[in-house]
């Protein structure tokens, strides 16, 4: 596609219950990035991935977080037993590489999750 | 480390009028790059600039301008004769060669009709 798509647009869920968020990157694009972005905060970074390396999980804030992505497309974040804190949007965003010259990153839509 | 300030939470100004979008940055890299980005109500991030740390040349885009100063760490953004459709969050970033992307908690602009 021409952008970066994410799935479910919307999701609401019950406390303790798991939920599974999609994103499809762009064509080519070998670097893929999870952010949260809580209503009216900033980019919590999550998770990094980087074509076949490790990928950089630095930001996710629990183990109940965990995200794959299977060679250099999509990408599931799940999160396991939600809380109520875990209510966010949460950002996907995919660029060329990982260095900085080809690091411009295009964000898709977001799934808006709330948890009950 | 890397940094990245907006001190500038909110800002409200009348339409046609200009605003400057404070961002300043700290890096210990002499290789890096700068962002801005932009998020409307609906939510979703435009990408409006890159600009490498070894290029201080300032941008123009339209109405949008960015002034780049290596000295100060600063890459300050400018919307000129402001609009209603300029209304959004504004996120500054910074990239260090081999590095994740570190953005600033952003700036809501509200223009006022």
């Known amino acids: 596609g021409a952008g970066v798509s994410q799935s479910p647009s919307n999701k609401v869920t019950e406390k303790g219950k798991d939920v599974e968020l999609r994103c499809d990157p762009i064509s080519g694009h070998t670097a893929l990035y999870w952010y949260r972005q809580r209503l009216g905060q900033g980019l919590e970074f999550l998770i990094y991935f980087q074509g076949n390396s490790a990928p950089d999980k630095s930001g996710l804030p629990s183990d109940r977080f965990s995200a794959e992505r299977t060679g250099e497309s999509v990408s599931t974040l799940t999160i396991q037993r939600t809380q109520q804190e875990d209510s966010a949007v949460y950002l996907c965003?995919?660029?060329?590489?990982?260095?900085?010259?080809?690091?411009?990153?295009?964000f898709g839509p977001g799934t808006r999750l709330l948890v009950l | 480390a890397q940094k990245v300030t907006q001190a500038q939470t909110e800002i409200s100004v009348v339409e046609k009028e200009d605003v400057t979008l404070d961002c300043v940055y700290e890096?210990?890299?002499?290789?890096?790059?700068l962002f801005w980005y932009k998020q409307p109500p609906s939510g979703e991030l435009v990408f409006l600039i890159r600009?490498?740390?070894?290029?201080?040349q300032n941008e123009i885009s339209g109405r949008y301008s960015w002034n780049f100063q290596k000295s100060t760490s600063s890459f300050n953004f400018t919307i000129t004769a402001s609009q209603v459709v300029d209304s959004a969050v504004y996120f500054c970033a910074l990239k260090n060669r081999d590095d994740k992307i570190i953005f600033g908690k952003g700036t809501r602009l509200h223009i006022l009709p």
């Open positions: 890096t210990r890299d002499t290789t890096y790059y």
């Open positions: 965003a995919s660029s060329l590489g990982w260095t900085a010259r080809l690091g411009t990153q295009y």
């Open positions: 600009r490498n740390s070894f290029d201080e």
